[in-house]
């Protein structure tokens, strides 16, 4: 079945500067790629999302890369805040087949003053 | 605000008991996801269910058990309960299949003592 792994599983960076988050699967088949941010003791919101048809979508601060041939794809988050301090989780799923979402085991992400 | 409404919020319960978790889907959704995320722990996907029916099925043990009825509310049985089921329980909604955002609940903290 599908593996996601995610790296790395902590993240200090100083405020300002970019974050930079990876991810790999293990399923081809996989083809639609969010990314979820849980600040602590919330809920876990999608910040973010990619398709197999895409190679790259930004939304302001945030960017989201994939590579379907190293099946990885990556979070990158430029001029970070403080209010980016957070875990942040990507996940692979397989639409119109099973349906399962595989998450990775998150990142913590801390920002410093 | 995601509007999806799960209870209790939290539950204390002691090892052996049964215990049954709620989830209201965002009015519309047809899918429901179930997550079991445990301290400093990922999102381990347990279950999926779309219109009523199981779509997925992830690491769920087998003391415990879902269904989602007609009206798509959903809930999540444990059964036989031990130490280390104590964890937070996410409840996930999504409109349609695989391959779309999910918008989760609050959740709900279970601790088995």
């Known amino acids: 079945g599908e593996n996601v792994e995610q790296h790395p599983s902590t993240l200090s960076v100083q405020e300002g500067d970019s974050a930079v988050i990876k991810c790999t699967y293990s399923?081809?088949?996989?083809?639609?790629f969010p990314w979820y941010k849980q600040e602590l003791g919330k809920r876990p919101q999608l910040i973010i999302d990619i398709r197999s048809n895409v190679g790259e979508k930004k939304d302001q601060r945030i960017a989201v890369t994939l590579n379907k041939t190293a099946k990885h794809f990556s979070l990158h988050i430029t001029e970070t805040q403080p209010e980016d301090s957070a875990v942040y989780f990507c996940a692979a799923s397989t639409r119109n087949r099973d349906d399962k979402i595989i998450f990775g085991k998150g990142t913590r992400l801390h920002i410093l003053p | 605000d995601s509007g999806v409404t799960q209870t209790p919020k939290h539950l204390i319960t002691a090892t052996g008991q049964r215990v049954t978790l709620r989830c209201s889907p965002r009015?519309?959704?047809?899918?429901v996801y179930w997550y079991q995320q445990s301290l400093d722990q990922g999102l381990q996907f347990l279950i999926q269910?779309?219109?009523?029916?199981?779509?997925a099925k992830g690491n769920i043990l087998e003391r415990f058990s879902a269904q989602q009825f007609p009206d798509l509310h959903s809930e999540l049985n444990l059964s036989s309960l031990e130490l280390g089921d104590s964890a937070l329980y996410f409840c996930?909604?999504?409109?349609?299949?695989?391959?779309?955002?999910?918008?989760f609940g609050a959740g709900t903290r279970l601790s088995v003592l």
């Open positions: 399923d081809s088949a996989s083809n639609y």
């Open positions: 269910y779309y219109n009523g029916e199981e779509r």
């Open positions: 009015s519309g959704d047809l899918s």
């Open positions: 996930a909604s999504s409109p349609r299949e695989g391959g779309n955002i999910q918008y």
